[in-house]
């Protein structure tokens, strides 16, 4: 028998990996979690209610900016955190009876509590010890609060408290503006008429984009929502104003004149600096296991203890919720494989990302290679690129803004997708089958069905099939 133990069991990556081992034979199952309610990250403060929020912003935006309707409708921020609630609230207990229904099997335990390792392998959780012959770790993250100095001495305002907002301030600075302030930027903006200051260090957010990608989004935030993006800047440091605001130094670099001292004011610091893992009440002191760059090998395993596997956003690979699951069915296959003496082999994925930029009305999504990527790999490749204007579909339904790329190699076959447009979201598992079954772009049906958003990939094929020939 081999006894496996999961910290983090609620979690995506954890639950992953417990629903995988479960039924296999000769395998001992300890899940240990302490959330409460329980349920993981994605569901309860992640992907899922931050998309409740912001499909009430999307109806919004999409009224008031369509010259065809009359009257701006007003969001209940109310109704929409109730609403948040109670959905995330019925989804986490979905995970949670999963959790439990696993340990009604005769080899599954579960135990409600915190566990903390005091030795290799070995956790102290609930006045027991547990020893495990492979130890999973599956804590997830949490926020990322950076060294500026003065931090410490203002309040702000995270992901997870945008979205039990029911009141907005009129003016906001907000740090971080990659995923996470991407996609809740614009919602503070629209939900709450927020006027916002972003931080961009870079020239342009979407650092995984090809070059014109970063540049359009700039121009969709700053051309329909309060939001001026300040790009090429750093902060100095924050302090408070004597009526309970924020005040930011921001200095900046080139190609900006040199500027020092710059100084804003804002009701609000939104603090959307991404995140790092959960690891503080885990005792990795107390083990040989030790955490930073090159911890984690791609097979799962830690690099000190190849029977300690550590998956999900607490290995910090790639902090994404299909990435974790992927993972962790990859650490359970890798468990068995070890514990059978055959080789592990490492996690290897198709790009494919989301953000829900815009509302959610002008996502971003790629899938496979950028043309960047691409030309970095070495591949022979084209790449095609389409205007959303350039198709009459996305004017009818006022939603004229973005853009497409369809990359291909120079035999035909399709190597990536990006797209910064309505419905982007929902073409990237098409696109997704394109790419990972390695598919000849002469040879997909050219067929939209008129008038629907898929023409824009249409018009791809059509431009890269001619562009090979």
């Given at each position: 028998m081999v006894h496996v133990a999961i910290v983090?069991?609620?979690?995506?990556a954890g639950g992953a990996v417990a629903s995988d081992l479960a039924d296999v034979e000769d395998i001992e199952l300890t899940l240990i979690d302490d959330g409460d309610p329980g349920g993981g990250l994605c569901i309860l403060r992640g992907c899922m209610p931050s998309k409740e929020v912001l499909s009430a912003g999307a109806a919004r935006f999409k009224a008031s900016h369509d010259d065809r309707v009359r009257g701006t409708p007003e969001?209940?921020?109310?109704?929409?955190?109730?609403?948040?609630?109670?959905?995330?609230?019925?989804?986490?207990?979905?995970?949670?009876?999963?959790?439990?229904?696993l340990a009604e099997r005769d080899s599954v335990e579960f135990i409600h509590d915190t566990a903390r390792l005091v030795d290799d392998r070995v956790i102290e959780v609930a006045?027991?010890?547990?020893?495990?012959?492979?130890?999973?770790?599956a804590t997830g993250s949490t926020v990322n609060v950076p060294d500026i100095p003065g931090i410490d001495d203002v309040d702000y305002s995270t992901s997870a408290d945008v979205l039990d907002a029911t009141e907005f301030p009129d003016s906001g600075i907000v740090m971080g503006f990659g995923y996470v302030g991407l996609e809740l930027a614009p919602y503070i903006a629209e939900a709450g008429g927020t006027d916002l200051t972003v931080i961009e260090h870079d020239a342009a957010p979407l650092d995984e984009a090809d070059a014109d990608y970063g540049p359009r989004i700039l121009d969709i935030y700053e051309g329909n929502f309060d939001i001026d993006v300040r790009t090429h800047s750093h902060e100095r440091r924050v302090e408070p104003t004597d009526d309970g605001g924020v005040r930011l130094h921001l200095d900046y670099e080139p190609p900006h004149?040199?500027?020092?001292?710059?100084?804003?004011?804002?009701?609000?610091l939104f603090l959307f600096t991404g995140r790092q893992p959960a690891l503080d009440r885990l005792g990795l002191e107390n083990t040989v296991l030790d955490p930073g760059p090159g911890w984690v090998r791609d097979t799962m395993q830690s690099e000190a203890d190849p029977q300690t596997f550590v998956v999900g956003d607490v290995n910090g690979h790639e902090p994404i919720l299909h990435v974790a699951k992927e993972q962790g069915f990859k650490a359970a296959e890798n468990i068995l494989a070890h514990s059978q003496g055959d080789p592990t082999e490492p996690y290897e994925n198709v790009h494919h990302h989301i953000v829900f930029s815009g509302l959610g009305v002008y996502p971003y999504a790629r899938v496979g290679h950028s043309a960047e990527s691409a030309e970095a790999a070495g591949i022979d490749y084209l790449a095609v690129t389409r205007e959303a204007s350039d198709d009459g579909v996305f004017k009818t339904k006022a939603v004229p803004e973005g853009l497409a790329t369809l990359v291909v190699g120079t035999d035909g076959t399709v190597l990536g997708y990006q797209g910064l447009h309505y419905h982007a979201d929902a073409m990237a598992k098409t696109m997704q089958l394109a790419v990972e079954m390695g598919l000849d772009v002469r040879e997909i049906p050219d067929r939209s069905y008129h008038p629907t958003t898929p023409e824009i990939i249409d018009g791809l094929l059509r431009q890269a099939s001619v562009a090979i020939e």
């Open positions: 983090g069991a609620y979690g995506s969001i209940d921020l109310g109704q929409v955190v109730a609403t948040k609630d109670e959905h995330t609230l019925d989804f986490a207990a979905h995970r949670r009876a999963a959790v439990e229904d006045d027991r010890t547990v020893e495990p012959d492979y130890l999973v770790i004149e040199p500027v020092s001292g710059e100084i804003i004011e804002a009701d609000e």
